[in-house]
């Protein structure tokens, strides 16, 4: 009979043992993450224990990602090993967890006592209108704390060297988030985050505010946003009804600040989120600071690619009819095809439904914590209707636009801001074999295309992007440096 339990001795781990010869292998395997046991015993009994976090892409040792795992248990001697006994929902420090037959459930480590609707208006009765003093200190939040990156990362790394005295907080969804060294995590719906949200003097994310958050007298948001639009957005989406418009004017009235990546920007965001008599910070992007001044060869290392190899990277956007990433390219047929390593990174809307995409020179970076370290990695660029065009470009490396539902996109899901078609700094193709083809051919024929868009969208990515930003945050006392 197989035994289970959870320790936290030496680590949080999963220790199952059982009578008669040792598996040949056990493992748990999740969406973005798999760990494998080290095992021990010979004979008449064995055990293996299995950790409950990863290391990946060669960075710290962190909990699991919250999620479904299916624990595999392979047999040495061809026979049936018994399922385990289920664990009933335990709390591990760093994450909980809940063992039932052949499936470990992860999750972030809330107190079940909050981990309810009825536990989180709680909270929120609690820190969100206290008249306790403002601490001087920055929420952070990227992608509603799927990881931290983007804009607020490189205003976090920039803050903390300009005025290392000022407490910085990583609004997390678990602890499998890597978060900026000297950086606090706090993990979303904790009561720590309820109270740092309430209580810290700036407010830097990339996204919507959620979970009724009111913005007490003296709190500051900066909303860096994540992204030039192509794609119509807010108020200015496709068959908008009235209470999307109420919610987009809400949310937009938390900001006390919007940064815009150029002019462009500015103005489609403004409109879009009715935010037209507030100030638009027109910086550039911090995040592409990198893309200046770095270059891509530890990224490179840590994926375990070789300088001379080429790289191709897939950064499609997300869908608002499906969960998981697009599937309009095999990943190991264009590496097949190119003779190239084929990276496949997912939107961080696709990051936790998804699965990692697999097969011979593919690596899913989905869960790669920054996008801008990728872009930097990478020889080329596909994508489709994402953003993250109007960051590639500041490398000025080849970009390709793999669009076989440019029609139902345009027409049906969101619309466009412009004519890609006629403005793309590279090929537009609809198929996986004119992709092949297109990158076969000489990447520079739309040259003069390039230099056009990198002059409209890219005047202020000069590598010093966070060194404004953050000057502003410190001129205007947004937080006080000292």
């Known amino acids: ?58 960075g710290p040792e962190l909990p699991l990602p919250s999620g479904d795992y299916e624990l595999r248990v392979t047999s040495s001697d061809s026979g049936e090993v018994d399922p385990p006994p289920p664990l009933p929902l335990t709390q591990l420090g ?11 459930r992860v999750g972030p480590p809330i107190n079940p006592a909050y981990d309810s609707g009825e536990g989180q208006d709680a909270l929120e009765r609690r820190y969100a209108h206290r008249s306790a003093h403002l601490e001087n200190a920055v929420f952070f939040e990227s992608f509603y704390g799927r990881n931290a990156s983007c804009n607020p990362l490189a205003i976090d790394r920039e803050l903390a060297r300009r005025a290392p005295g000022i407490t910085r907080y990583w609004s997390v969804v678990d602890l499998s988030v890597a978060v900026p060294e000297g950086a606090i995590p706090i993990v979303e719906g904790s009561p720590e985050w309820w109270r740092v949200r309430g209580a810290a003097r700036l407010l830097v994310v990339n996204d919507w505010l959620r979970r009724r958050f009111s ?40 900001w006390n600040v919007l940064l815009a990546q150029n002019p462009y920007a500015a103005r489609i965001l403004g409109k879009a989120y009715a935010f037209l008599s507030r100030p638009v910070w027109v910086e550039g992007y911090p995040r592409n600071d990198v893309l200046v001044l770095g270059d891509g060869a530890d990224t490179r290392r840590a994926l375990g690619i070789r300088p001379e190899e080429r790289v191709l990277l897939y950064a499609p956007t997300w869908r608002d009819d499906r969960d998981e990433i697009v599937d309009f390219v095999d990943p190991a047929a264009l590496a097949e095809a ?38 930097l990695a990478a020889d080329a660029l596909i994508t489709d209707y994402s953003s993250v065009m109007f960051d590639f470009s500041v490398t000025g490396k080849p970009m390709y636009f793999l669009v076989p539902d440019m029609e139902h996109y345009r ?41 056009i868009w990198r002059a409209t969208f890219n005047a202020r990515d000069d590598g010093h992007a966070a060194e404004r930003v953050v000057s502003r945050i410190l001129d205007q006392g947004f937080v006080d440096p000292d």
């Open 1 to 58: 009979m197989t035994q289970a339990r959870f320790t936290t001795d030496g680590g949080v781990a999963l220790v199952l043992s059982g009578e008669g010869a040792r598996p040949a292998a056990v493992e748990l395997v999740g969406r973005r993450a798999r760990v494998a046991a080290t095992l021990s015993g010979r004979g008449k009994t064995w055990r293996a224990v299995l950790p409950l976090r990863a290391v990946r892409w060669g």
């Open 94 to 104: 760093t994450l909980r967890a809940e063992l039932v037959g052949w499936s470990l």
């Open 215 to 254: 913005r007490r007298p003296g709190q500051v948001v900066l909303q860096t946003w994540h992204g030039t639009p192509l794609k119509r957005l807010a108020l200015h989406r496709p068959g908008f009804d009235p209470r999307r418009m109420a919610a987009v004017v809400r949310e937009s009235r938390r």
């Open 338 to 375: 190119t003779d190239a390593v084929v990276l496949v990174r997912g939107h961080s809307r696709t990051l936790q439904p998804g699965r990692d995409a697999e097969g011979p020179r593919v690596l899913d970076v989905t869960g790669f914590p920054d996008t801008s370290l990728l872009l």
């Open 411 to 451: 027409g049906e899901l969101r619309g466009f801001y412009f004519d890609l078609a006629a403005h793309a700094p590279g090929p537009v193709v609809r198929t996986q074999e004119e992709l092949v083809a297109a990158l076969g051919q000489d990447p520079w024929q739309h040259d003069e295309r390039y230099g």
